[in-house]
């Protein structure tokens, strides 16, 4: 019984794509003079090749541009509150930098970019732009490419607010992350699928209208249909240094945040983490400057009641007439750049003995809460990234084979939901979400285990196993069949609830799974 499993989920796992991209084909042949449903056949079989699409969504001013540009490392998104930030705009790896701009029509136009002075940025201007074609047109969305090595493996999407005072800007973002819902319209032309694999979400705050946006990303256009959204959703409280109205504490502040919106989300599971995040420190560290280190050198000289004083807010800090070793511009140039957290915590940082720019910026960034954000989007999203991309692709297909019946591909349509309710990938990351919103009842050790085995702190059978990198895979076999004969015996268990009895069963598929990968 164990070894027919095993060997059943060693076939399945490395070919889902393989097999995304059959049922794709076989679908396309049955719309052989259908414009539609080939264009919507056509875009899920495009994305099984591309890179993962990750959303950055959130109400507005909750920090998007900040995040993308500090997840990236460079200064590639505008932060200023201009039309480029009210257009959805799709971040790809390219060769060299450039930015384009698409009509709803196909039409193209080439967009200049300028970079301010200080701490301006940079802005795409969209006031003047040449279309190949005829006619005034309307921007649809943007496209980047820029020479990044955080876009090679990943196409970052940058959203408008949810709750921008135009319904025409919200309406973007929720045609790309739940299409159908945004207009009320379910008819069959308006048949269109999630532009995004995952979904990074940020919060300022909880609200109703987070809540209720999470849930139209979890479940789609055809949720009653049994047809999900995006699986994966990670949850940042953004601009994290800003709950603690810039105190040295404020990131413990923010985590404290973090735990009760994780808390408030666990009633419905629609995020799999929480974390906060100082998109601004993230960002200010990663491209500090050495004229910035030493300005922050000189301000570690002040005296601590001194600089507290100047420190009270952002205009204060900046005034001419304050007494500081720091030229005013510059220190309001700190202040943009790094907050009011970013400069207590890199000056303290400073007095305990940094001196150099290079440690500074690991520190800071270290303590802005990004690192955390780049393990877990690994984890969740990086590792899975096959995974997620067939969810997508698959999850299209059912929609558009749902829209369209009476072709040869109505006999498609069961072999996609069995994939979409089977498939072990899956079922793994759906039960990391659950976990953070019901409580199994097992011990603490079992269930620090039970997260390991399903991917939680990596899919790779060392990490899977909680072993050493490069432990002898006779070694890593025994752990693999005892965690199988010890989840089994969990799953049998007379007590058990359906939920434990489901989660065990899970667990000893992982350990199946992971049996499979290792040498005989």
Known sequence: ?????????????????????????????????EPRPRALLADCARRLDQPLRVALAGSLKAGKSTLLNSLVGQDIAPTDATECTRVVTWYRNGSTPSVTAYASDGSTANVVVRRGSGTHGLTFDLE??????????????????????ALANTTIIDTPGTSSLSREVSLRTARLLTPGDADGDRGMAAVSIPGADAVVYLLRRLDDAD????????????????ISGPLGVIGVVSRADEIGAGRIDALHSARDVATRFAGELERTGLCQAVIPVAGLLAFAAATL????????????RVPVDELAAALLSADRFARPDIPLPVPAELRAQLAARFGLFGIRMAVTLIRLGVRDSATLAAELTNRSGVDELRSV??????????????????????????????????????????????????AELRLLGRLRTDELALPAPDLAELHRLIGGSGVAPHLRLGLPFGTDSAIQRAEA????????????HPLADQFTTTACLTAARSAEGTLSLLPE
């Not at 984890?379 to 019946?405: C, E, M, N």
């Open 289 to 300: 400057r050495q004229q910035e280190f030493t300005a922050f050198e000189a301000l570690a």
């Open 377 to 426: 989007l690994d984890v969740q999203f990086g590792q899975r990234a096959d995974q997620l991309k067939a969810h997508s692709a698959l999850t299209a297909l059912a929609r558009v084979l749902t829209a369209y019946p009476g072709t040869s591909a109505d006999q498609l349509l069961p072999r996609v939901r069995t994939l979409l309710a089977d498939v072990h990938g899956f």
């Open 211 to 226: 809540v209720r946006f999470l849930e139209q990303v979890g479940a789609g256009t055809a949720g009653a249909q049994g």
């Open 481 to 492: 069949m005892a965690a199988v004969r010890k989840w089994r015996a969990r799953a049998r």
């Open 1 to 33: 019984m164990r070894r027919d499993v095993t060997r059943h989920d060693a076939r399945r796992a490395p070919g889902i794509v393989a097999e995304a991209h059959q049922l794709v084909a076989a679908a396309r042949q049955a719309f052989p003079r």
């Open 128 to 149: 003047r732009l040449n279309w190949n074609a005829p006619g005034p047109r309307e921007v649809d969305h943007l496209e980047v490419e820029w020479p990044a090595a």
